[in-house]
């Protein structure tokens, strides 16, 4: 995370750092263990990047919550997916 951090040009104090970083962990932890294709090894860069990026952009815009950020960058991720009919509309 802290190298998302860093290459985004933003400037956080330690205690955003930590905050950022475990909502990172949060959302990274609970994408593993929810089994979503967006862990897989063949996806797991571009998911990691659209976590943070998330979670990075929100902390610029105040907020500070690591559940809220967390879970935030996770609807991130799913929603270009919550666009897709559902299997049994699409026959």
């Known amino acids: ?12 104090d330690p ?11 949060d959302a990274w932890a609970s994408l593993l263990n929810s089994g979503a294709p967006f862990a897989a090894e063949s996806h797991s ?3 990691r990047d659209i976590l943070a990026k998330h979670i990075i952009e929100a902390a610029k815009n105040g ?6 950020l967390s879970e935030g960058a996770l ?12 299997r049994d509309e699409q026959q």
Do not use: W
Not at 1 to 12: E, H, P
Not at 15 to 25: M, N, P
Not at 63 to 68: A, T, V
């Open 75 to 86: 609807l991130q991720l799913a929603r270009p997916n919550l666009k897709k009919p559902l």
């Open 1 to 12: 995370m802290r190298k998302f951090i860093k290459a985004s040009g933003a400037a956080f």
């Open 63 to 68: 907020e500070r919550d690591q559940h809220k």
């Open 45 to 47: 860069e571009t998911a």
């Open 15 to 25: 205690d955003t750092v930590h905050i950022l970083i475990g909502a990172f962990d």
